[in-house]
């Protein structure tokens, strides 16, 4: 692929050269995001399942008395869950899904900290050679000899969205 | 802290204040000579006026103008109120609906359309008077000409010339509630000649000094051939907050020139106007021609004012705050957290032995249980808003349909989650619609059939036991069964000579598509159907029953929750998952017997008292992958006609809950109608009793299919 269409997603950056984000672990990999949707860390909570919804999107929490779902991204890239360990915690985050702010919770593996990326150092996917989808990820940022990903979640809930919408009609 | 945006607070107010105009005129339309009505339409007309020219509605405050127009001259007796001017009116406001929707959009035609038929209305009504008021209500600014030619006449005209110092202060907030002195002050300068001064003195210092506050107050000297109730009309609309002191200073019999006896001393108290004053300095006719009107309107001003007051009073007494509706959905999930704290507590409280914290905790117990059962109320409205829509509809209908139709309402003070009331907004006007058309006959077939010309349709709602019955009820011809099964039987729904009870019948009516329309017209028959009527009822959790004599009329009974917001429930444990089950769909609930549950392996069947009932397997649906209790539960629930047994492990008990929505990303997920948090933090799902059947059905059907 040419470098010319390997470009940086410009929604994400935003003309922006530093983007604050919340680092944290899921499967071995290091995942960022923008510090300004999450709301909360939350320890692991009590989840109730919800029969028939996807595995990606299987259970529901109780967060400050409101009902949220409980995502598991792995789960959206065709992997395995892991089980939780003391350091797993819950991130809520407010997204807009098809235009409604919803609240969501995400289970992580570990959490870190919150810190600065710079785009300099930021890279598109590549379409080859990750073990993610890559429309799933915005892009990958250089750091400390590591990458860490910064996952697109609009695409991804709005993706299993969509296919949950068909699995309705169908 | 969000501020809510101004257009739209105007939106819903105009909105309110239209349907305040609306049934105005509706209840002017059945008595003529209701005084209070008028004012009422006008002081609507007026406000819509004020503030939509406030928040940049130009074209709506213009059109409005001249409505307003129009009432002030039945207000004040110059043009009697008339069926025409009534409907010309009613006409209009849904001319200023559209003006307020799309206030850039291409009106004019029809603001002119309808501004001619108005004009037409006022002049037919005013034609036993003369031609004057005529005139003047083609040409809206005619009164004010009439004003300032009577001013610039200036000589001894007729009507004497009366002085009146007139001194008004506003309340320090008058302008940040829309009130424009500047206004006031013209409108008083258009009475005849006015000289104005500003008393400055109650501004303060700089620093103290707040610059959207109101500090002046005026003196005004005005020389005018109106009664003294011209005046208080100036003020009509601030009257109750302000203070006025109108004082005759002298009457004018030969001179109109701004006076010089303005200097006398004599603050005269305005109660006794004339009398003191007028003979003292001058013993003319002319005096005493001026001292009469000027005395004479006294009495009715005072009156006025006094009613007024009364009006003020009752106001306050209705007072109502309009709060968001998500703002209350925040306060109701603060309660809900409040409430699952304090049951922690309770725990708590109940294994310590601390006497101290079981009384706190008590105490707890009981206020939390106070401000959920406040909450409850708080989102409860009338159903009169609801029903007060309907007067129009039928009005129109009415005038549509060529029927005389006369609409009863019942009930209308028995309170309704508000969200209920707005969904059941659209299902009702549905079936109003179908019994205005469809149901009631003409009035010379009403005639034929020995029944009264009008025909009536009754609007009620009562509350029974967590639910609210709306009953539409028409006199009308009832429903046409043979006509039902014909078309049923031609479009397929069901099979030739097919046996069905009469309830079955009448419920095909909310089948798609159904509809026995013989024509298309422009009430029914446009598609939408009574099927969308069946759908909403339906995700409101509520019940339809048709009841239709031949000849004698038909009764359509919609029994819906009270609140969307609470459920009262049974909980029941499945697996390691506790489901709510909504109460209003058990019937019973049993013991699944070792031996039934053994037999029934290869059918889901049980027997209940003779007959069979099949049920489901939660365990199965949910995949819960535990071992079953030894001792399963059937809990027996009715969706329509239907009974189906629910298996579950445990039934927990009654439960009622705070309803929680599920979120979007779990809209696909049919068989829950929503979620509820327990008193220990836990989330419990809420069963869809109509979809899970429907998804039992279809898992049945594929394990059919598989084994």
């Keep these: ?170 | 802290m969000s501020f809510p945006d101004p257009i739209a607070v105007f939106r819903t107010e105009a909105a309110e204040l239209l349907e305040q105009v609306e049934s105005g005129l509706l209840d002017l339309n059945h008595d003529l000579s209701d005084k209070e009505q008028v004012d009422a339409v006008f002081r609507g007309l007026h406000t819509l006026k004020g503030s939509g020219a406030m928040f940049g509605f130009e074209a709506l405050a213009a059109f409005t103008h001249h409505c307003e127009t129009a009432f002030d001259q039945v207000r004040k007796g110059i043009v009697p109120a008339t069926h025409d001017l009534v409907t010309a009116v009613l006409g209009a406001t849904d001319h200023m609906r559209a003006l307020i929707e799309v206030p850039g959009g291409d009106h004019d035609a029809a603001s002119e359309t309808l501004l001619t038929r108005l004009r037409a209305a006022v002049a037919a009504a005013g034609h036993p008077a003369g031609a004057a008021p005529q005139a003047a209500a083609a040409t809206p600014a005619a009164p004010v000409e009439t004003a300032s030619s009577a001013a610039a006449g200036q000589s001894g005209q007729k009507s004497g010339i009366v002085t009146y110092k007139i001194r008004f202060s506003l309340p320090q907030n008058a302008m940040a509630n829309g009130t424009n002195p500047i206004g006031l002050l013209d409108e008083l300068a258009e009475l005849g000649t006015a000289t104005i001064r500003a008393d400055l003195s109650r501004i303060p210092a700089i620093d103290d000094l707040i610059a959207t506050d109101l500090y002046v107050c005026w003196e005004v000297e005005l020389s005018t051939d109106k009664p003294r109730d011209a005046i208080d009309d100036v003020f009509i609309f601030v009257m109750d907050e302000m203070q006025l002191e109108v004082t005759v200073v002298e009457p004018q019999g030969t001179t109109a020139e701004p006076p010089a006896p303005q200097a006398t001393p004599a603050p005269v108290a305005a109660a006794a106007p004339a009398a003191p004053v007028a003979p003292s300095t001058q013993s003319t006719s002319a005096a005493a021609v001026a001292a009469a009107p000027a005395a004479a309107p006294a009495a009715p001003a005072a009156s006025g004012r006094g009613a007024a007051q009364a009006d003020a009073k009752q106001q306050k007494a209705a007072e109502n705050v309009r709060v968001p509706a998500e703002r209350l959905d925040e306060l109701m999930d603060r309660v809900g957290e409040l409430v699952i704290a304090q049951s922690r507590l309770s725990q708590l409280a109940g294994v310590s032995g601390d006497l101290m914290l079981r009384a706190v905790s008590e105490d707890v117990e009981r206020l939390s249980g106070e401000l959920r059962d406040t909450m409850m109320v708080l989102r409860m409205v009338p159903v009169a808003q609801l029903f007060g829509r309907f007067r129009r509809l039928v009005h129109d209908l009415a005038i549509e349909t060529g029927k005389a139709i006369e609409l009863v309402t019942e009930g209308e003070t028995t309170e309704v989650d508000k969200s209920v009331i707005e969904r059941l907004a659209d299902p009702l006007v549905h079936l109003v619609r179908n019994s205005c058309d469809h149901g009631l006959e003409s009035a010379d077939e009403r005639r034929a059939a020995g029944k009264s010309p009008t025909g009536r349709i009754f609007l009620s709602a009562r509350q029974q036991a967590g639910e609210v019955i709306i009953t539409i009820k028409d006199d009308g011809r009832g429903i046409n069964r043979e006509r039902v099964r014909a078309k049923a039987e031609s479009s397929g729904l069901i099979a030739a000579n097919a046996s069905l009870s009469d309830q079955d019948l009448l419920q095909l009516i909310f089948q798609p598509g159904f509809s026995t329309a013989q024509q298309v017209t422009n009430l029914s028959g446009r598609g939408v159907g009574m099927d969308v009527v069946k759908r909403t009822i339906d995700a409101l959790r509520g019940t339809i029953n048709v009841v239709s004599r031949p000849g004698e009329g038909s009764e359509i009974s919609l029994a819906i929750p009270l609140t969307l917001a609470i459920i009262d429930g049974l909980l029941v444990r499945v697996g390691s998952g506790r489901y709510v089950i909504p109460l209003s769909a058990v019937e019973e609930c049993l013991e699944l017997s070792v031996e039934e549950d053994m037999r029934s392996r290869g059918r889901s069947f049980i027997s209940l008292r003779d007959s069979l009932v099949p049920f489901i397997r939660l365990r199965d649906l949910f995949r819960t992958g535990t071992k079953p209790d030894p001792f399963q539960k059937v809990v027996v629930i009715s969706t329509g006609a239907e009974r189906v047994g629910l298996v579950v492990d445990q039934i927990i008990g009654d439960h009622q809950t705070v309803i929680k929505a599920m979120s979007k990303l779990h809209h696909d997920v049919v068989t829950f109608s929503g979620a509820t948090i327990l008193g220990d933090g836990g989330v419990a799902l809420i069963l869809d009793v109509a979809h899970l059947v429907a998804a039992g059905q279809q898992q049945e059907a594929h394990l059919r299919a598989a084994g």
């Design chain 1, 1 to 170: 692929m040419s470098e010319a269409l390997r470009k940086l997603p410009e929604h994400l950056w935003d003309g922006r050269e530093e983007l604050e984000v919340l680092t944290f672990e899921i499967a071995g990999e290091m995942f960022a995001l923008e510090a300004v949707h999450v709301q909360e860390i939350l320890d692991l909570l009590p989840e109730t399942p919800v029969p028939g919804a996807k595995p990606f999107v299987g259970s529901v929490i109780n967060f400050r008395g409101k009902v949220i779902p409980l995502a598991d991204i792995r789960l959206a890239f065709g992997m395995e869950a892991t089980t939780t360990t003391i350091d797993s915690r819950i991130i809520v985050l407010e997204l807009d899904i098809d235009d409604e702010p919803t609240l969501t919770g995400i289970r992580t593996d570990k959490v870190h900290e919150v810190t600065t990326l710079e785009k300099s150092h930021g890279e598109p996917p590549p379409s080859v050679g990750m073990r993610w989808r890559p429309d799933f990820i915005d892009c990958l940022v250089r750091r400390h000899g590591e990458f860490i990903i910064i996952p697109n979640l609009k695409t991804i809930f709005s993706a299993q969205s969509e296919r949950n919408q068909q699995a309705q009609q169908g």
